[in-house]
Structures are given as structure tokens and as C-alpha cells.
């Protein structure tokens, strides 16, 4: 039989290491290294492959049942849906850690049986964890994040990486919105539509680390998190993805399909 575990337990353990990168990081910045992966844009650091050995280490020590599904080391995609399940994206926005020392973050999360359990995204720079408990709702450091409340696409902020849509489906979403930014880390651009500054955010291809904190903050702060065709997203896959203000799902995906659809 499966073991059960306190959720609270493994809540602060979770976050005592999370204190713990506060003195590694700035070491393994000293140091750091970058490599390439697919092509010259898509990079990785000694940053990103220490912290998600680290993190295996506490699972394996603390949770010898649990699994890891992470970016840089961990793509066994074997029952993820049963039993206690991590996905982790150990640096997002590595681009903007190698160009800028600034806007990256950690993404975590805890799915028990497949249902979001734990989150956390961690704005590293400005030392700002940001976590949510099944049932429980979402902070920011000790802090509750408040409901966010609906608006209207003509009052929010979108954001989205412009390489990917075509020309049209840009214009018509910077036309229908209040203005466009993009900080170019998934979980930081999702956190600000959690904290109610951003309306939305949208991917087209999101990875299942990318995205994987952004299930739970979603439900706990009354967020829609879907497909472009207005489906749930399947943790283990990802694909498509828009986390937005209740106020303006509709609209945002009405442009992304209307006129031959967003794609180039
Ligand atoms: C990237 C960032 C970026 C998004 C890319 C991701 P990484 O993650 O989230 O905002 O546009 O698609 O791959 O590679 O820095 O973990
Ligand atoms: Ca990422
Ligand atoms: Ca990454």
C-alpha cells in the first residue's frame, strides 16, 4: 500500500528548502556555466541541472515513493497520475538569468492521484515565494492572495510571446486589450495574472514544468486555466496554454481562433 503523507509536513519541508537556495544560488551563479540544447536560443545553466539534482535529493531522502518529472533530468512519464508526483521547473526564464540576472523563477508542484496539491513559483530576485494549498487558497510569502476580480479584455494586460503568433492575431489582441507585456518566464508572467496585474497570460506550447504550479493557483483564486479550445490541460502533456482573468477567457480565445486561428 501507498504511504500517506501529512501535506502539512511536506509543505514546510518544501519551503525550508526553498530557504536553503538563497545561500546556493548566489554560489552557483558565481560559477556559472551555459550550455545549449535544441538551438542557440534554448539554454541551460549549472543553475538550472544543480537545482533539480538538489530537489531529487530531498525527495529521495524525505519521500523514497514519490517521483520527480523535471526539465532537465526526469522525463519518465510512467504513472504520474497515481500516487504523489513532482513537477518541477528548476529555473524558469533561463534566458533572462544568463542576459539579465533578473525575472527567473523556480516552478514546483505536487499532484496526489493527478489532482494539484501543493505550488510554489519562487521570484528568486526579489526573494518572493508565492505557494498555494489545496483548499487552503494562495499566498504571497506569508501574505493570502485575494480573489481576482473580473474584467474586461479593454482593461487588462496580455501577454504573450511574439514570436509565435502571426501578425494579425497580435494586432487584434493589442487592439482589444489595455497594453502588452512580456516578462519571458511562463511562471512569472502567469503569477501576475494570479496577483490580478497581468488579464492574461498565453502559450502555445507550454511544457508540463512550465506550467505545472498554475493548475492550483488557478482554482484557488477563482483563474481560468485552459486550452485554446476552452479544455482542461493534462499536467503530463501541456501544450496550448492561457491562465486568465474570468473576465476576459472568452474574448482572448475568440481571437486566438477567429480568422484562420493564431498560428503562422
Ligand atoms: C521558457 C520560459 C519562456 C517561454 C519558453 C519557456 P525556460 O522556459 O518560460 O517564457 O516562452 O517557452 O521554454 O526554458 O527558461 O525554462
Ligand atoms: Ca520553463
Ligand atoms: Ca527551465
Not at 537545482?51 to 531522502?61: A, H, Q, V
Not at 518541477?88 to 533572462?96: R, V
Not at 526573494?127 to 501574505?143: C, D, M, R, S
Request: hydrophobic share 40%.
Amino acid at each position: 500500500m501507498m504511504a500517506q503523507y501529512d501535506i502539512n509536513d511536506i509543505d514546510n519541508e518544501v519551503k525550508t528548502w526553498f530557504r536553503g537556495l538563497n545561500l546556493l544560488i548566489p554560489s552557483l551563479i558565481k560559477q556559472m556555466q551555459t550550455d545549449t540544447k535544441k538551438n542557440r536560443f534554448d539554454l541551460v545553466t549549472n543553475v538550472d541541472q544543480t537545482l533539480e539534482s538538489n530537489f531529487e535529493g530531498l525527495i529521495k531522502d524525505l519521500y523514497p515513493d514519490h517521483k520527480l518529472y523535471g526539465e532537465e533530468s526526469h522525463h519518465d512519464t510512467t504513472d504520474l497520475k497515481q500516487g504523489y508526483t513532482w513537477v518541477m521547473d528548476p529555473i524558469d526564464g533561463t534566458a533572462n538569468l544568463v542576459k539579465q540576472q533578473n525575472d527567473f523563477c523556480i516552478i514546483l508542484a505536487l499532484f496526489v492521484d493527478g489532482t494539484p496539491t501543493l505550488s510554489y513559483i519562487y521570484d528568486f530576485p526579489r526573494q518572493t515565494l508565492y505557494h498555494a494549498k489545496k483548499g487552503e487558497g494562495a499566498f504571497v510569502n506569508h501574505k493570502r492572495l485575494e480573489q481576482v476580480q473580473a474584467q474586461p479584455l479593454s482593461e487588462l494586460i496580455v501577454s504573450f510571446n511574439n514570436k509565435v503568433l502571426n501578425d494579425a492575431t497580435m494586432h487584434d489582441l493589442l487592439d482589444a486589450s489595455f497594453a502588452y507585456r512580456l516578462i519571458g518566464a511562463c511562471g512569472l508572467d502567469s503569477i501576475r495574472v494570479c496577483t490580478g496585474q497581468f488579464g492574461a497570460h498565453i502559450h502555445t506550447n507550454a511544457k508540463p514544468w512550465d506550467i505545472a504550479a498554475q493548475f492550483l493557483f488557478a482554482s484557488e483564486l477563482g483563474l481560468k486555466m485552459t486550452d485554446f479550445n476552452n479544455k482542461a490541460i493534462d499536467f503530463v502533456r501541456g501544450g496550448p496554454f492561457i491562465i486568465s482573468n474570468p473576465g476576459c477567457h472568452d474574448e482572448v480565445l475568440n481571437i486566438l481562433l477567429s480568422n484562420g486561428g493564431y498560428h503562422k
